[in-house]
């Protein structure tokens, strides 16, 4: 029955694009045929506190929340949130914080949420073009090439550093 | 048909598209919020009601009239419509009505976490309980089909998990109920003691008809294990439940009302160890035990808060060790622009006891505020406030205020301002209303104060002052806070110093919904002088 889930959550704080980003790679794993789950708690989200989601995909996803201790990645939008969400790692596991992609680079800052998943999809088999499509679907045009420019430098921070 | 990835709630309004619903009303609760936008997007009619309880009853009056009707809710709207809901389960509808009840396990953005399976059976109406986004559009569907075919309302329970949680959706061939009639049924639907009488045998009769039924339909799922360990289960839990427990078999009701309890009897059997594993309250553990069955159930302390895979685990080794605290984040906040910062400070300098309620508003009860003294209910500022006026010394009654948003008056704040004149305390009564033309917290909704529909478009505007004038309020301030807080400051003082009743208003726009009122307001006009030239 050991069926392999991948479990990553996605962090920040309200207005960062956290839940924006969960739902880019929901899609991009959903568009690359894998059964997809995700779950976050909104509501209070855009007064500015802590936001966190759990993208779960796979062949057979169960329960929409990764058990504590259980994610294979964390993804932090912000440096205040990196040690709140850290003991949810499990052993072994990634976590890749704000500071991974350089913002001086990014065209623009708001785009980090983009940047991150960027470097978060060296480590994923999900196609490129998936998540190429799945950032359009979730973007107005205008947005397109600021962040289709902000995934590629976090792919290539995350390849270049390996 | 398509794959579609998408929320619970999502997955409701496609199932209201399908099902041909005719009319959607509610009001705006999370998590509940999404489901009438959603299917207002889709083409559906979808409108927001003032408070639950009208929605109740547009819904009802549209399902006398034949119609097949969607009305949506936060558990604790639930409360609000729980007066007509009870008799509608007497009277039944002609047409079809399934009222969602999105419940809210751990407080994700609520003020309590009460389990509203038990309405389902306080009030004898079926309730369904999807467990993942394909179960919502499934048992919506399915509580269609049931409330047409007996003629009676359906409650949808979903739980925060389940409406904001996003999973793989199948839509299935979408169906066209039959027109709106009026069909006069007078001792059905009039609900005189002698009338009721009858109608609560008959419903009864539907109830035990639709257990009978129930017993063997798809809505119970047996999942085949070991035969060691045996979990019946409901809803999200159920999810979290296959997840720790691989091996052990499962039975999951998706009817949660009436419970199919002879196929949870013969589930019992069929295994060494039987569990109810379930979040809340131990509704199905205390049914399941009451009808002779053994089983083993949580301990007392997994009543609080969500059920996680975790917590799953620990309740199945009956683990009672202290839990890890979860991570603490940063608590959400008012905004650094919101127009009611000026007010909060007001109330502090003055030392004001604050009465408040429920929207973004409440936040002002963390520091550096600290600006309440109580919240408890939709509208409830007005009577607590009243309250303590009428029984506390003179020199602290004249320092009571109420604080009210603008959503928040209209839905069941009015009914507290007629008290306010109908019972003035001895020192009179202040009452703020924080009106920025939205109803911010859920994710600014419109309301009848804002004179747009649920889509945007331009329809009767309710008036905050042209009402507590009406009503016989002496003083009614209309102000802008932001424009000259000392001014603010100075009008709050001079009207708790008189014994007369006050109602100052607030104005200005939430910051978050600022750029598209006006956005709304410039399309409307647009609409209205093309018409005109037109």
Request: proline residues 6%.
């Amino acid at each position: 029955m050991a069926r392999k889930v991948m479990n990553v959550i996605l962090a920040g704080l309200g207005g960062q694009g956290v839940i924006k980003a969960s739902d880019i790679l929901a899609d991009a794993a959903f568009r690359d045929g894998r059964d997809v789950k995700k779950a976050e708690v909104h509501g209070m989200s855009q007064r500015g506190g802590s936001v966190t989601t759990d993208v779960r995909f796979g062949d057979e996803v169960l329960s929409p929340m990764i058990p504590r201790g259980e994610a294979d990645f964390i993804v932090v939008c912000a440096p205040s949130e990196v040690e709140v969400v850290r003991p949810l790692l499990k052993a072994g596991g990634t976590l890749i914080a704000p500071d991974f992609v350089d913002e001086a680079k990014l065209a623009n800052r708001r785009s980090l949420n983009v940047a991150l998943l960027g470097a978060l999809s060296h480590h994923l088999d999900i196609p490129e073009a998936r998540w190429t499509e799945a950032i359009e679907a979730a973007l107005p045009a205008r947005l397109h090439d600021v962040n289709a420019s902000a995934f590629r430098l976090g792919r290539e921070t995350a390849a270049a550093r390996k | 048909m398509d794959r579609k990835l998408l929320s619970g709630d999502e997955a409701v309004a496609a199932a209201a598209q399908d099902a041909g619903v005719h009319l959607g009303t509610g009001y705006p609760g999370t998590p509940s919020t999404e489901i009438l936008e959603t299917f207002s997007a889709l083409g559906g009619r979808a409108q927001w009601a003032p408070n639950e309880k009208v929605a109740l009853e547009v819904g009802l009056g549209a399902a006398y009239g034949g119609a097949r009707v969607l009305v949506t809710m936060k558990h604790v709207g639930v409360n609000v419509a729980a007066d007509p809901l009870f008799t509608a389960a007497y009277t039944g509808v002609t047409g079809a009505l399934v009222l969602v009840s999105a419940d809210d396990p751990g407080l994700a953005s609520s003020q309590n976490e009460q389990d509203n399976r038990h309405y389902a059976k306080a009030a004898g109406l079926p309730m369904l309980e999807p467990s993942d986004s394909q179960e919502a559009y499934d048992l919506a569907r399915a509580a269609w089909e049931l409330s047409a075919r007996w003629g009676i309302p359906v409650m949808l329970r979903m739980t925060t998990r389940v409406c904001h949680g996003k999973s793989i959706v199948v839509r299935r061939a979408p169906e066209a109920p039959k027109a709106p009639a009026f069909v006069r049924d007078i001792q059905g639907r009039v609900m005189i003691p002698a009338y009721a009488g009858p109608a609560h045998r008959k419903l009864r009769r539907k109830l035990d008809e639709i257990l009978a039924w129930g017993e063997a339909s798809p809505l119970v799922v047996e999942r085949k294990g070991s035969g060691k360990l045996g979990i019946v289960t409901a809803g999200v839990t159920a999810r979290h439940a296959r997840e720790a427990a691989p091996d052990a078999s499962l039975l999951e009701l998706k009817l949660l009302h009436p419970l199919p309890i002879e196929r949870i009897r013969a589930f019992a059997k069929t295994v060494e160890r039987c569990f109810v594993v379930e979040e809340g309250d131990p509704i199905l553990a205390d049914a399941v035990r009451a009808a002779g069955i053994p089983v083993e159930s949580k301990a007392p302390e997994f009543r609080f808060g969500e059920l996680t895979v975790g917590r799953v685990r620990r309740i199945l080794a009956h683990d009672t060790t202290p839990e890890a605290a979860p991570p603490r984040g940063k608590p959400p906040q008012l905004c650094d622009a919101c127009p009611y910062h000026p007010v909060y400070s007001a109330l502090k300098k003055l030392d004001c006891i604050v009465a408040g309620d429920i929207g973004c508003y409440t936040l002002g009860v963390l520091p550096p505020y600290q600006g309440l003294d109580a919240c408890v209910a939709m509208g409830a500022s007005l009577g607590v406030g009243l309250g303590l006026r009428h029984v506390l010394p003179e020199q602290d009654a004249k320092r009571v205020v109420s604080i009210i948003g603008d959503s928040t008056f209209v839905h069941t704040g009015v009914n507290g301002l007629i008290e306010m004149i109908y019972n003035p305390p001895k020192t009179g009564h202040v009452l703020i209303i924080l009106d920025n033309g939205t109803t911010a917290m859920t994710g600014q909704q419109e309301h009848p104060g804002t004179g747009r529909t649920l889509a945007h478009d331009a329809t009767g505007k309710f008036s905050l002052e042209g009402f507590a004038r009406a009503a016989g309020v002496k003083n009614v301030d209309v102000v802008d806070p932001v424009k000259d807080p000392p001014a603010f400051l100075a009008l709050l003082g001079e009207r708790l110093s008189k014994p007369e009743l006050t109602v100052i208003i607030a104005r200005r726009p939430c910051i978050l919904a600022a750029a598209d009122i006006r956005q709304y307001e410039q399309a409307n006009a647009a609409k209205c002088s093309a018409a005109v030239e037109g």
